[in-house]
């Protein structure tokens, strides 16, 4: 009898080695491959939004324009975490992710905001030409510019995110000046060292930054939700989000972190 048990002690042990050994064996190269091209894939969808956005843009549908854009802004917070965590340019280097995203980010980001700004009647006559002159110009030179990134994954000057600063002059509706003003002084922004946090990648003040992103995000939605109705509470919400995300990083230039 204490024989039998002893033999099937060993057994049982045997069995849980074999488990262990299963459970830390490394995961199918295959199987790597496939989630990385699953993440290309659904990169790709940015560009058929950019699509969607404007179809609505030349029908001048500026809230389903929106929509989409919000959409795609996303769906473009989502992939940087998802190709990071399954290295797709070690997995699946056939295809480009950082070429591919740039190209989505100009169409979502750049063109069809400048687009959508032209076409409004915000800014009417030549001031209308300048600033599609100035943010498209601008904005191409600065996605090539090898220097925009800094040591804590921040912007070193504005990130061309024009989608989200249209946006906020469509539910605003200023004056023509001053809407050509921030076109001009958020381009210089764009050749300067004043830094500007990344919401998902800075990691300083992360606890907050996240939550402003999401936010702006909400009352980016519902202010084209109800068509920028001019006493929406989402306006407040997104001068409020808007004026964060855009001086963090200056303050965080300021303001010394803690050792």
Not at 61 to 72: D, Q, Y
Not at 169 to 198: D, E
């Amino acid at each position: 009898m204490p024989v039998r048990i002893r033999a099937h002690d060993i057994q049982n042990q045997c069995a849980s080695a074999r488990k262990s050994t299963e459970n830390t064996e490394p995961k199918p190269a295959m199987t790597l491959k496939i989630k990385a091209l699953l993440v290309h894939l659904f990169t790709a969808i940015g560009a058929v939004l950019a699509m969607l956005a404007m179809l609505a843009a030349v029908d001048e549908n500026w809230s389903l324009m929106f929509w989409w854009l919000v959409v795609a802004l996303v769906v473009d917070g989502i992939d940087g975490p998802l190709a990071r965590k399954y290295d797709v340019k070690t997995n699946f280097p056939t295809y480009d992710g950082e070429t591919l995203d740039l190209i989505i980010d100009y169409l979502t980001y750049v063109f069809i905001p400048a687009f959508a700004l032209f076409k409004s009647g915000l800014l009417p006559d030549w001031t209308g030409w300048i600033i599609i002159i100035v943010i498209t110009y601008g904005s191409a030179l600065y996605f090539v510019d090898t220097r925009i990134k800094t040591k804590d994954n921040s912007f070193a000057g504005f990130p061309a995110c024009w989608n989200m600063f249209v946006l906020v002059m469509f539910a605003l509706q200023p004056g023509y000046w001053t809407i050509l003003a921030f076109v001009i002084a958020l381009t210089v922004a764009m050749f300067t060292n004043l830094k500007f946090i990344h919401p998902t990648r800075t990691e300083r003040w992360n606890w907050v930054s996240l939550p402003m992103a999401l936010a702006w995000t909400f009352f980016a939605g519902w202010a084209t939700w109800v068509d920028f109705y001019a006493n929406s509470w989402a306006h407040w919400g997104l001068i409020v989000t808007s004026l964060y995300l855009c001086f963090a990083g200056i303050a965080q230039q300021i303001i010394p972190a803690r050792r």
